[in-house]
């Protein structure tokens, strides 16, 4: 299992990067570096301490949203992370596991992906407010394919306006760290989506 799933993370962070590297090669001449194109540089101080401020309240926000509603048994499922970490056990293979998906396969191929390639065009083109609020429309409804997923919970309006909401205002909050205290690294949007992931993995796999 921890064989495939490094495989599987490889596999899907190269793919973010070709997204990302199609998306700049077709930017023009203003696009400077890639790195800096897609935020990988350093973030500010400060920038780090608020995401990791703003991760005391969206952490436990987005796990009480997958906790404490149909959305636990779907999330557990077999085919999902935690579901197959549930049927593994726990252990040592495991703890790997969970690092390295929370913080490789479903945190930093995302954040490259939403935060720096579509988020940053959006806010280029648009500006922060309705650039911002568009990525963060875009990045909430994905989440909304749980509903027309094999094996998904029935369709419910105010489960599905609670996923926007929070996914979505999550997604903002992200990209107005890196944009607007991060010097435009998505390292604080990274630190808030690992910190998510790695937090509710394990409780929702183990209790």
């Known amino acids: 299992m921890l064989l495939q799933e490094i495989i599987n993370t490889l596999i899907q962070l190269i793919m973010a990067f070709v997204i990302a590297g199609l998306a700049y090669a077709l930017a023009g001449k203003s696009r400077g570096r890639f790195a800096e194109y897609i935020g990988l540089i350093r973030p500010t101080g400060a920038s780090v301490k608020l995401?990791?401020?703003?991760?005391?309240?969206?952490?436990?926000?987005?796990?009480?949203l997958f906790y404490f509603t149909p959305l636990k048994a779907i999330s557990t499922a077999e085919n999902t992370v935690t579901g197959a970490l549930r049927n593994h056990g726990f252990g040592g293979e495991a703890?790997?596991?969970i690092v390295i998906v929370a913080l490789i396969k479903t945190s930093f191929t995302e954040e490259i992906i939403f935060r720096g390639v579509v988020a940053k065009r959006l806010i280029r083109w648009w500006g922060l407010?309705?650039?911002?609020?568009?990525?963060?429309?875009?990045?909430?409804?994905?989440?909304?394919?749980?509903?027309?997923?094999?094996?998904?919970p029935a369709f419910n309006p105010v489960l599905a306006l609670a996923?926007?909401?929070?996914?979505?205002?999550?997604?903002?909050?992200?990209?107005?760290?890196?944009?607007?205290?991060?010097?435009?690294?998505i390292g604080p949007g990274w630190l808030i989506h690992a910190?998510?992931?790695?937090?509710?993995?394990?409780?929702?796999?183990y209790l």
Do not use: K, M
């Open 129 to 152: 407010g309705i650039g911002n609020t568009v990525h963060a429309t875009l990045f909430a409804g994905v989440h909304l394919v749980i509903f027309v997923a094999p094996g998904g």
């Open 51 to 64: 995401a990791a401020l703003a991760a005391l309240v969206l952490v436990p926000v987005s796990l009480a």
């Open 195 to 205: 910190a998510t992931n790695l937090i509710s993995y394990p409780i929702l796999a």
């Open 95 to 97: 703890v790997l596991l």
């Open 163 to 185: 996923i926007l909401v929070i996914t979505g205002t999550g997604a903002w909050v992200q990209a107005w760290l890196n944009e607007r205290r991060g010097n435009g690294s």
